[in-house]
T-cell receptor
Framework: EADIYQTPRYLVIGTGKKITLECSQT?????MYWYQQDPGMELHLIHY???????EKGDLSSESTVSRIRTEHFPLTLESARPSHTSQYLC?????????????FGPGTRLTVT | KNQVEQSPQSLIILEGKNCTLQ??????????LRWYKQDTGRGPVSLTI?????NTKSNGRYTATLDADTKQSSLHITASQLSDSASYIC?????????????FGRGTQLTVWP
């Protein structure tokens, strides 16, 4: 099983609150990713990082922001949560960023904004 | 447009029976194709990976096939168990992406009944 962790696993929060979803991995992977997944739908890449101090936006536009100050840590922040942000957020990492390298996924955070 | 289509959307089978899940893709240039298993409330876990030159790969009771000419893949599950109940996601990577961008299908939701 992959050594990649996400907290909290479930979060119910009111509109307008600031939230941070935590993701950490102990595999020493350079590349990290955040995906958004709605029920019955495919995963969409919202952020990725090649390494420390590197962050890029993914295919799906997101109001969230990310930071990569340490190799093992890749938190995602929503400054003002809205009901439209309700979704499952999956963090992943890979040892390299090219097409051959497997991405290992965390267990996900299910976010509900009321 | 790079796409991954899976069928059926959902499937119910009895314990001990076999089943086959389908994946069609248009991702180009093709690098590899993975089948992931995603249990409810968990992150996806890789089952098999196949490159262009491989047309079959087994992992226990799971056997994946790939026809790179027709851009089709299948995942065959033998002697199903209750623990096989999950979403099975087909994921294709393209060679043209230095990031290792993944294209996800929406998954087939498999339910195994006793």
């Amino acid at each position: 099983e992959a050594d990649i962790y996400q907290t909290p696993r479930y979060l119910v929060i009111g509109t307008g609150k600031k939230i941070t979803l935590e993701c950490s991995q102990t595999m020493g992977h350079d590349k990290m990713y955040w995906y958004q997944q709605d029920p019955g739908m495919e995963l969409h890449l919202i952020h990725y990082s090649y390494g420390v101090n590197s962050t890029e936006k993914g295919d799906l536009s997101s109001e969230s922001t990310v930071s990569r100050i340490r190799t093992e840590h890749f938190p995602l922040t929503l400054e003002s949560a809205r009901p439209s942000h309700t979704s499952q957020y999956l963090c992943a990492s890979s040892v390299g960023g090219n097409h051959r390298n497997e991405q290992y996924f965390g267990p996900g955070t299910r976010l509900t904004v009321t | 447009k790079n796409q991954v289509e899976q069928s059926p959307q959902s499937l119910i089978i009895l314990e001990g029976k076999n089943c086959t899940l389908q994946c069609n893709y248009t991702v180009s240039p093709f690098s590899n194709l993975r089948w992931y298993k995603q249990d409810t409330g968990r992150g996806p876990v890789s089952l098999t990976i196949m490159t262009f030159s491989e047309n079959t790969k087994s992992n226990g009771r799971y056997t994946a096939t790939l026809d790179a000419d027709t851009k089709q893949s299948s995942l065959h599950i033998t002697a199903s168990q209750l623990s096989d109940s999950a979403s099975y996601i087909c994921v294709v990577s393209d060679r043209g992406s230095t990031l290792g961008r993944l294209y996800f299908g929406r998954g087939t939701q498999l339910t195994v009944w006793p």
